[in-house]
């Protein structure tokens, strides 16, 4: 295995680590909410699994990338739906 | 494909930058927008990047998932939010499943580190796909609720997680043998089950914020079967702040995580409650509580999930506007895991234009209730409960509580006598300040208004 592919993955776990600290319970919902709609980032495997040849793949394929873009689009969505009603006086 | 990986760093900035932009209540609402630019650029860059691509397949699947996501996200009532996370964390952790599931049925060679790493995703995503729709059906009510548990049951997750652990080491030595693929998908999608059902009530969240880590970890090990970048960065990302997070709003409650998933809170309180002694308690109409609300000059409104399921947020607010009109002072006091989910009573009552810096957090509220003269519960119970404070034997002592008790007047909304979500009985309800009023929150506060009016 390609040892920079997990250097990668290593940094990039503690950059996750750090990023949430303090966050107001205010935006739990919403900060749950949007890092689940990033965990839709299986959509790129998603895609390039369309390539991966046989009539299973296709099909398990199509099926990923269906449930990919739900899981994108949605989140995505419903977070800013939730946001867009949090105002200040 | 170097350029290809500048991409994906660069949507992975963008991701991270979202995450920060959305712990803080200004940047909130830009932090989803930096993060969905973050996605559009990941999706764009393996299309431009990967050769042979089945571009059809890929704008069908799109557009139906297109629809159906924002059919969802549109439609979906503020207090079903919870499980509409869940849902969709389901969809992300069954589409990494799926891609890992597509890669075995390749031809060729496969090595023993790939053939691990699809294992992993296999796992990992079918297990969150089955357990967060597990969650989605407990909170939307298709599934008991309460923690379904049965003798032996550790030991039948301890035997499924070995058969898996088995079937996954003969999968990787004999990869031709498609039955131990099966049978690992069979296993991890009962274990997905099996885990998840033991827990209910107020522990709910923190299962939805834990799947949503696991898919993380899903979609980072399906970026190792493909030995993609972007998939293994951002995948990484949400794994571990979703592990972060599930921490957050454990110690929210005093529980490790362990105790969580393992404690099914809410059975053993049924014997509890079996045991304790009976509670009397003083039943107010509207009119009396009217009464006494005219006489307050401080409240506190402490809102639950009954408000959620009542939808009573607009009629709270109309209360509490026309309590501020006549000079008194009006307060929020939201529990960190007040509701199904934290945070969930900030976006319903967001949601009736209530403005954010009204709502108090559990630390900056509880000197409050010392010289509060009403304490309104709405729909409330494990997060008011003292026994948190003073029974040893209760299975949510030590959670911190809001400290509604120290008020001068307690008045609890409820619609029946029942104990909570998870199960407990709460004395609150029989001390000497405490008052119930019956019914549906919206129902409750209408009434309560249209008689503060005819005082």
Known sequence: MDINILTVFILAVFVGFEIITKVPPTLHTPLMSGSNAISGIAVVGAIISTKIGGEIGTWLGLAAVIFATINVVGGFMVTDRMLKMFKRD | ?455
């Open chain 2, 1 to 455: 494909m170097g350029w290809t990986n500048i991409f994906y760093v660069f949507a992975a900035v963008l991701f991270i930058l979202g995450i920060k932009q959305l712990s803080h209540p200004k940047t909130a609402r830009k932090g989803n927008l930096t993060a969905s630019i973050g996605m559009l650029i990941a999706i764009v860059t393996t299309l431009v990047a990967y050769g042979e691509l089945d571009l059809r397949l890929i704008a069908v699947g799109m557009i139906i998932g297109a629809i159906i996501g924002s059919a969802f996200a549109i439609r979906v009532k503020m207090t079903q939010m919870p499980q509409m996370v869940a849902i969709f964390n389901g969809f992300g952790g069954g589409a990494s499943a799926l891609v890992a599931a597509a890669e075995f049925t390749k031809s060729g060679e496969i090595t023993s580190f790939t053939l691990s790493t699809i294992a992993l995703s296999v796992f990992v995503g079918t297990l969150t796909f089955t357990g967060s729709f597990i969650a989605f059906g407990k909170l939307q009510g298709f599934v008991s609720g309460r923690p379904v548990v049965f003798p032996g049951q550790q030991i039948l997750n301890t035997v499924f997680a070995l058969c898996l652990a088995i079937s996954s080491i003969y999968l990787v030595m004999n990869p031709a043998q498609i039955n131990f693929f099966y049978a690992l998908i069979a296993l991890s999608a009962v274990l997905g089950i099996t885990l998840t059902i033991p827990i209910g009530g107020a522990d709910m969240p923190v299962v939805i914020s834990l799947l949503n880590s696991y898919s993380g970890i899903a979609a980072a090990s399906t970026g190792f079967v493909l030995m993609n970048n972007g998939l293994i960065i951002s995948g990484a990302l949400v794994g571990a702040s979703g592990m972060i997070l599930t921490n957050i709003m454990c110690k929210g409650m005093n529980r490790s995580l362990a105790n969580v998933i393992f404690g099914a809170v809410g059975l053993e309180q049924e014997s509890v409650s079996g045991n304790g002694k009976q509670i009397t308690v003083k039943s107010y109409s509207t009119e009396e509580a009217a009464m006494i609300f005219d006489a307050a000059e401080k409240i506190i409104v402490v809102p639950g999930y009954g408000l959620a399921v009542a939808q009573a947020q607009y009629a709270v607010r109309e209360m509490a506007d026309y309590l501020i009109t006549k000079g008194k002072k009006v307060l929020y006091a939201i529990h960190p895991v007040a509701g199904r989910m934290p945070g969930h009573m900030n976006v319903l009552l967001a949601e009736a234009n209530i403005p954010y810096d009204q709502l108090k957090d559990l630390d900056e509220v509880n000197p409050e209730f010392e010289d509060c003269d009403v304490a309104l519960v709405l729909g409330a119970n494990d997060v008011v409960n003292p026994a948190a404070r003073n029974d040893k034997t209760s299975p949510i002592y030590g959670m911190p509580i809001l400290d509604v008790d120290k008020s001068r007047t307690v008045i609890i909304n409820k619609r029946t006598m029942n104990p909570g979500f998870a199960g407990i009985q709460n004395e609150l309800f029989g001390y000497e300040n405490s008052i119930m009023v019956f019914g549906d929150a919206k129902d409750m506060l209408q009434q309560l208004l249209k008689d503060l009016k005819e005082l």
